[in-house]
């Protein structure tokens, strides 16, 4: 570095007709030295390379919430999977390994609260406050703020946004550094949340070395840009919300008969779906949503689409559950089946949490992660995370695997508070458990019995 300093300096004491091209060539001298050794702050190389004509640019477009979307940026981590419209979870998400790359954005019409996030019912107002609870969110889960992000431009409007180094499970065995961005905005009747991650090797690990290896990823965050000329279109969420599939409260249903079991009834239910105790408690009906696996399915009402939450223990002093949320699903599912007590953990904490709580178990059940490569996919039983970088997250219980001798094919997944009917298809790929309306699957538990 000095050498360049020397260079830069003699370039300025040039002669005063050749002073303002030295001048020139000397700032450009500089400026590509300081990006290689990543000692500009982000924000000024971002500004650079945003401003750089020749930078070649990605685009993808779908529709999302019944809007459609025109992304461009220079990195894009892969196809991006998006949501059914009448989905409770609007997410459109591209997910790529080693390194592990992923980009989010998710759709919260008003009068909806995001099923992935910790975050509070939308309103017209507050982008804001989806910021603040958001960094407080990251601040007491270890995350380490870093400074001059550079904006990105949605629906025409440069939006400001935050980074943090998090410890996250992504796509390997063992929990990894990375690098998690987050933006939010307001348009077009909801609000807006699009998240970048980066995952960083092991030798990067520590904050200098991290701050180090992410100023790429940083640096590439200026050229992101969503457009859409459609943002006035209704909520396609919303408008399902109305059909009849959707409603909680129905006189005429009545509780579905019980398919014959393999596992045991819950023993703190009074009917199907615990019909009699959440009619008597809510208000409200409830209703088995599909056959499910060995006896045990997926109930409604959706929390999210409107109906309440009703706070069960499954015996006395248990750790408790919210009917009929989906960890409540998949905590059920491992206290019939598996003879698992109920622990604490959002859905994407179902996987990277059961250790924590049970240890005594882990030579029975095992976490697996999802990668690519011979020769592990999910199965029936298997419970799944997903999306470990929202501050929620989601998961589900595997029904039924179709994955061939190359590890190509797909999972389906019985769920609670997502889609209508409660279950979901999930592409696999060389063993690899594709991203869905959910995000990205990190990894799911396997009853090695």
Not at 131 to 142: C, D, P
Request: contains cysteine; hydrophobic residues 40%.
């Amino acid at each position: 570095m000095s050498n360049v300093r020397s260079t830069v300096q003699a370039l300025c004491n040039k002669a005063p007709m050749d002073r303002r091209k030295a001048i020139v060539l000397a700032t450009t001298l500089l400026l590509v030295c300081a990006t290689m050794l990543s000692i500009i702050p982000a924000s000024g190389v971002a500004h650079a390379a945003a401003s750089n004509s020749r930078v070649s640019l990605l685009q993808s477009s779908f529709t999302l919430d019944g809007v459609t979307l025109s992304l461009n940026s220079a990195s894009i981590p892969g196809k991006f999977v998006v949501s059914p419209g009448d989905d409770m979870i609007q997410m459109a998400s591209s997910v790529a390994s080693h390194p592990y790359r992923e980009m989010d954005i998710e759709a919260i019409p008003f009068n909806v609260a995001p099923p992935l996030e910790a975050l509070p019912i939308a309103h017209s107002g507050e982008a804001g406050l989806y910021r603040s609870l958001l960094h407080q969110y990251r601040a007491s889960h270890g995350g380490h703020l870093i400074a001059n992000v550079p904006a990105v431009t949605l629906f025409g409007r440069q939006i400001r946004g935050e980074a943090n180094l998090l410890n996250l499970q992504l796509d390997g065995r063992q929990p990894q550094d990375a690098v998690v961005t987050e933006y939010v905005t307001e348009a077009g009747g909801r609000l807006w949340l699009m998240r970048m991650v980066r995952g960083l090797a092991s030798k990067d690990l520590g904050r200098e070395s991290a701050s180090r290896a992410s100023a790429g990823f940083l640096n590439s965050l200026a050229t992101v840009s969503v457009s859409s000329a459609t943002l006035n279109k209704p909520s396609t969420l919303i408008a399902s919300l109305s059909q009849p599939h959707a409603h909680s409260q129905l006189s005429t249903r009545s509780p579905n008969p019980r398919l014959a079991p393999s596992v045991p009834f819950p023993s703190w239910w009074n009917g199907v779906c615990n019909y009699y105790n959440f009619l008597r408690d809510t208000g409200w009906e409830s209703w088995q949503m599909n056959g499910g696996l060995a006896g045990v399915y997926p109930c409604g009402p959706r929390p999210w689409a409107g109906g309440p939450n009703h706070p069960v223990n499954f015996y006395s002093g248990s750790w408790g559950a919210l009917e009929f949320q989906c960890v409540e699903l998949s905590l059920r599912w491992m206290y019939l089946a598996w003879g698992v007590t109920p622990y604490p953990g959002n859905g994407n904490g179902m996987v990277s949490n059961f250790a924590v709580y049970h240890s005594n178990l882990t030579s029975r059940i095992k976490e697996v992660y999802n990668s690519p490569g011979c020769c592990l996919f999910p199965v029936p039983g298997d419970v799944v995370s997903y999306c470990s970088a929202c501050s929620a997250g989601h998961t589900s219980v595997v029904m039924s695997s179709n994955v061939d001798g190359n590890g190509n094919g797909s999972v389906t997944v019985m769920e609670e508070n997502a889609t209508h009917n409660g279950m979901e298809t999930l592409g696999v790929s060389n063993y690899y458990l594709q991203a869905s309306s959910p995000g990205p699957v990190y990894g799911w538990l396997h009853n090695f019995g």
